[in-house]
């Protein structure tokens, strides 16, 4: 009955987003406002039918309904609540059911946030475009990823539950979440991007308006991601957090076309140039988020992430190919009529930085794909079989990405329009001796390698030209209205929220790729084999064998081994590394023990449980700095949020409009 | 008067010692540099050319993993391979032979640079050079624009133009 | 004069289409797919010297002049156990021949955890362990189980990745037979 019911729901949400697109279409061709308004209550109708569906489904799995072959296949008896309530996502079809949910309630709260312009053609063509996009994922979720299927045969006993990794930790909560958050988010933009390629407007406004979204999608995509490499370290155990797998590559590639977007935008707000360039990235991200979920989905990768079924693939491919065909259509068709004479006026310009930033940006998006697509280009043609591993990635990525680090320390201190040599010299002095300081005492005291240097020296520059932009702000306005240092900072951060959420999040990015250098460059791993109550040493720190224990509970059972860490003779406490085995799957399940410091975590895995002479094999990492990685991506999450934040504005009087707004920033920025 | 005369002054002063303290840096980060990319004296370790090699080879079980990451019992195997290979003299071409006729091409984590490979590291280069020259082109044409001002004859227009709204 | 935007678009265009055709042509095939051709096929099979369970040890030049049946496996992988059945089978209606034996090989496991499996399954054929793994290094394996037979002239005739049937044995076999 569930299942009839879930069916039933999704199906109204289809018929909704069908009839809500003929009755806009046929509401704007003949100017007929009652069917304007019909489209509009279809979007309500479609929101409800996908909570609808979501509430079924996951009201099958909390009561174990094991007739549905989702929840036989994805859950068990002995699945604890928060992993049978995560299970509505752990597989495929679930996650396009998730999918559908977010997307209707980004179509729901976009189409409430234009409801008082939901008579012009620019908002009616982005909501059909945006009901068209649903009407797939519906059609999707009807056709070949199901979740609502009987189990043939009546139902089993017991569940198979779900796949061990996915039960393993309460990140999987949050982590697929987050993600489809941030890739969902992203049709919205995409949908105003076609819409005003369609009635050819050829404003900026709906840039503005669709600001706080991509806004909001690209903080919940960084945070998905961030989040996936802390799964990846914190749960999987292997002693890293990013493996350059293909369907992580799959995330990564909106993100880094969303990044450019997020910078090239400011320069269509300022000079009104790069309109068909920026309706390209946000376009093009559209089609990224498609890309990634048909790596993911349709098994053309090896990957550990990948949901093992392919007949969806074709679907998404074919989606993929409209929207990507529609996207390029309408640029061909367009394009022209948007084009601006605009110009940037100097090299040295905080314009011609997000240039520079948006062509980095893109070749990395660029080294992304062509490495994680080229197996499969390489088996289509000559039907050998390559590997495209870290080792590519890490060779293409690491010089752009150092180059994005320097971008990142002389942008903020360039103002825009075009800079004297003489200012910039004056204001990028200080950070640069930081930079190099830093530099130099990476080489000498630390590592030769040039790339750990840099990233290094450009790292301490970055953080010191933020610090020293965002000091000599707070230490003008402390003057000019004579107000103490605390009251100066606030208001410097209130009046320019989104110069400084920008910077917080240059900070918490800049944090990232200093984490990533130092771990990567002085990480080490070494085994030790242990006797109970043996110690040994590794990098300055005795570790000792304590004890070992089995747990055994309905989901899983665990050997867990007790190691204490010690160093100069002072306990660091009593770390647990384990393995532990579900009943219906053969695979054995490492569980990490991390004790996370500030300049280092000690990484403990159980290799091999206790032989037939009690030994037990350890596994011993040190991994310098990941914990910055973790406290980066919260900055970022607190600079998204800052960015999203309206200023305050402390000049009385008179009301500005959207230009002149424009225009009064640049000059305190200045 | 004094203070008149003396100011031009202190600003050329501090210009040029601002425009020293980057000579000076610029020539510490050649230094830099130089220290960093001179080759290092000294044959490498076994362990770090094991290291070094284990992390060109996919480990077989896994997905996507190196040799040198993987904690399977068939990577282990895999590095003590490459280091009994390493001790007993063969070179890194040999070895890496040995590894692909054993898996196919597929066990290397990084395409060669013959054959269909050489895309992969070509493209994203020859992307990056077009782009940058692109960009260059843009900035060399928009320098050669001259700026539109606006001539006396436009802002006569303009008056005109306005004056006929308010009058 | 086509305008810019028009020409890079339809580049674009020509892209994107050869890549979703790349894709598709992808899709529905195995990524593991490569796994399943073993390198070795028509050249010499390694040489290997292993310890058998019950203390003796086997090598490739005690084999000589007969097929081999090498099976690669271990006591804790799902897909071995499921084909368990089919090699008791085989082994049965085979073991008295002289010109063909069976070797199972250990890959990645411990003995005492071999011995249980052996005594409680009732596996009768020689099982050997790989110390070091370097028998399942020489012969490229990927995982388990895997089976791989050998000509009477040291050949690697054929292999399969994956559990096998009676009849894949026999084929294979046969083939080894016909090789010589």
């Known amino acids: 009955m569930k299942a009839t019911l879930g069916i039933l729901a999704l199906a109204f949400g289809g018929g909704a987003c069908v009839v809500g697109i003929t009755s806009l279409l046929l509401g704007l061709q003949r100017k007929n406002d009652a069917l304007l308004a019909v489209g509009r209550k279809c979007v309500a109708v479609l929101l409800v039918s996908a909570l609808a569906a979501v509430g079924i489904m996951e009201w099958a799995l909390v009561s174990h309904d094991f007739t549905i072959r989702y929840v036989a296949e994805n859950n068990a008896r002995s699945t604890p609540l928060l992993f049978t309530i995560t299970g509505l996502w752990s597989a495929l079809a679930g996650s396009i059911l998730l999918w559908v949910l977010i997307l209707s309630g980004y179509i729901g709260v976009t189409v409430r946030h234009f409801r008082k312009r939901a008579s012009e053609p620019l908002v009616i063509w982005a909501t059909i475009v945006m009901l068209g996009v649903a009407l797939f994922f519906f059609l999707l979720v009807l056709g070949p990823a199901n979740p609502f299927r009987l189990v043939a045969g009546g139902a089993p006993l017991d569940g198979r539950g779900p796949n061990p990794l996915l039960q393993n930790h309460p990140l999987m909560a949050?982590?697929?979440?987050?993600?489809?958050?941030?890739?969902?988010?992203?049709?919205?933009?995409?949908?105003?991007a076609m819409s005003s390629l369609i009635t050819g407007s050829v404003g900026e406004g709906w840039l503005a308006d669709t600001r706080r979204t991509t806004l909001i999608a690209w903080g919940f995509l960084s945070l998905g991601i961030i989040l996936g490499a802390w799964w990846s370290y914190e749960v999987l155990g292997w002693g890293g957090y990013w493996a350059w797998d293909p369907v992580e590559n799959a995330s990564l590639l909106p993100w880094l076309t969303a990044t450019a977007f997020i910078h090239s935008v400011m320069v269509q707000e300022r000079r009104a140039m790069l309109r068909v360039w920026n309706l390209s990235l946000v376009i093009a991200t559209f089609c990224l988020t498609i890309l990634g979920t048909f790596l993911t989905r349709s098994g053309v990768v090896n990957s550990v992430h990948a949901f093992s079924e392919s007949s969806i693939g074709l679907w998404l491919l074919v989606f993929l190919g409209v929207c990507a065909g529609a996207g390029l259509a309408l640029i061909a068709w367009r394009g022209d009529r948007l084009r601006a004479p605009g110009r940037i006026d100097s090299m040295l310009s905080r314009e011609a930085a997000f240039l520079g930033n948006n062509l980095l940006f893109v070749a990395f998006a660029f080294v992304v794909l062509l490495g994680t697509v080229f197996p499969l280009i390489v088996e289509a043609i000559q039907g050998k079989q390559l590997s495209v591993g870290e080792p590519y990635f890490n060779r293409m990525t690491i010089p752009l990405g150092l180059a994005l680090l320097f971008l990142m320390a002389v942008a903020p201190a360039l103002p825009w329009r075009a800079a004297s040599g003489d200012v910039l010299k004056r204001r990028l002095l200080l950070p640069a001796w930081v930079g190099t300081a830093v530099m130099v005492l990476t080489l000498i005291f630390l590592d030769r390698s040039l790339p750990t240097a840099l990233a290094f020296g450009l790292g301490a520059f970055a953080i010191a030209g933020i610090m020293r932009e965002t000091f000599m702000a707070v230490k003008s306005r402390r003057s000019a209205d004579k107000i103490g240092w605390m009251r100066a900072t606030g208001r410097t951060l209130a009046g320019n929220p989104r110069r400084y959420g920008g910077l917080t999040v240059h900070l918490g990015v800049v944090l990232i790729a200093v984490a990533i250098?130092?771990?990567?460059?002085?990480?080490?791993?070494?085994?030790?084999?242990?006797?109970?109550?043996?110690?040994?040493?590794?990098?300055?720190?005795?570790?000792?064998?304590?004890?070992?224990?089995?747990?055994?509970?309905?989901?899983?059972?665990?050997?867990?081994?007790?190691?204490?860490?010690?160093?100069?003779?002072?306990?660091?406490?009593?770390?647990?590394?384990?393995?532990?085995?579900?009943?219906?799957?053969?695979?054995?399940?490492?569980?990490?023990?991390?004790?996370?410091?500030?300049?280092?975590?000690?990484?403990?895995?159980?290799v091999s449980s206790p032989n037939k002479t009690g030994r037990v094999t350890i596994g011993v990492g040190i991994n310098p700095m990941v914990v910055w990685i973790w406290f980066g991506g919260a900055l970022l999450a607190i600079g998204t949020i800052g960015a999203l934040l309206p200023s305050v504005r402390r000049r009385p009087g008179f009301r500005v409009t959207g230009e002149a707004e424009v225009e009064a920033q640049s000059v305190s920025v200045s | 008067m004094e203070s008149r005369s003396s100011a031009p002054t202190n600003r050329t002063q501090s210009k040029s010692r601002v425009r020293i303290s980057w000579i000076v840096l610029a020539v510490v980060v050649i230094g830099a540099f130089t220290f960093s990319l001179w080759p290092r004296s000294g044959p490498e370790s076994i362990a770090s050319h094991t290291a070094r090699l284990s992390r060109e080879f996919r480990c077989v079980d896994c997905e996507g993993l190196s040799v040198a990451e993987s904690a399977t019992a068939s990577a282990r195997a895999a590095r003590a391979d490459i280091r009994s290979r390493i001790t007993d003299g063969e070179s890194d071409a040999e070895i890496r032979a040995v590894f692909i006729d054993r898996y196919g091409e597929s066990v290397l984590l990084k395409p060669r640079g013959d054959g269909i490979g050489i895309i992969v590291w070509a493209l994203p280069i020859l992307l990056v050079i077009l782009g940058g020259a692109g960009l260059g082109f843009a900035f060399a044409r928009w320098r050669r624009q001259p700026r539109l001002d606006a001539s006396a004859e436009d802002e006569s227009l303009v008056a005109k133009e306005r004056d006929g709204t308010n009058g | 004069m086509k305008s810019r935007v028009r020409v890079v678009a339809i580049i674009t265009a020509v892209v994107v289409a050869a890549l979703a055709v790349v894709l598709a042509i992808n899709v529905g095939r195995d990524p593991r797919a490569d796994a399943n051709r073993s390198r070795l096929l028509g050249r010499d099979a390694p040489a290997f010297d292993l310890p058998l369970l019950n203390g003796d040890r086997t090598s490739s030049e005690a084999l000589a002049g007969k097929t081999i049946v090498i099976n690669f496996w271990n006591s804790w992988c799902i897909?071995?156990?499921?084909?368990?059945?089919?090699?008791?089978?085989?082994?049965?209606?085979?073991?008295?021949?002289?010109?063909?034996?069976?070797?199972?090989?250990?890959?990645?496991?411990?003995?005492?955890?071999?011995?249980?499996?052996?005594?409680?399954?009732?596996?009768?054929?020689?099982?050997?362990?790989?110390?070091?793994?370097?028998?399942?290094?020489?012969?490229?394996?990927?995982?388990?189980?895997?089976?791989?037979?050998?000509?009477?002239?040291?050949?690697?005739?054929?292999?399969?990745?994956?559990?096998?049937?009676?009849g894949n044995i026999n084929e294979m076999v046969g083939a080894a037979r016909r090789v010589g």
């Open chain 1, 174 to 192: 949050f982590h697929p979440p987050m993600l489809y958050l941030g890739y969902v988010g992203f049709t919205v933009p995409f949908a105003f």
């Open chain 1, 517 to 606: 250098a130092g771990s990567h460059t002085f990480g080490t791993k070494q085994e030790i084999r242990l006797a109970k109550g043996q110690s040994a040493e590794v990098a300055g720190y005795t570790f000792t064998y304590v004890g070992s224990s089995k747990s055994v509970t309905g989901q899983k059972t665990t050997l867990s081994t007790d190691i204490r860490i010690e160093q100069g003779g002072k306990s660091l406490g009593t770390y647990a590394p384990s393995v532990s085995t579900f009943p219906n799957s053969n695979q054995a399940i490492g569980t990490p023990s991390v004790r996370t410091g500030v300049l280092r975590d000690i990484y403990l895995t159980l």
């Open chain 3, 79 to 166: 897909p071995c156990r499921q084909e368990h059945q089919a090699l008791v089978d085989w082994w049965s209606a085979n073991k008295d021949d002289s010109a063909v034996t069976m070797l199972g090989i250990v890959r990645e496991d411990t003995k005492s955890a071999t011995q249980t499996y052996v005594e409680a399954e009732g596996v009768t054929w020689p099982i050997a362990m790989d110390p070091g793994s370097k028998a399942a290094l020489a012969f490229g394996t990927r995982g388990q189980p895997e089976t791989y037979v050998i000509s009477p002239s040291g050949v690697v005739v054929a292999s399969q990745y994956g559990p096998v049937t009676v």
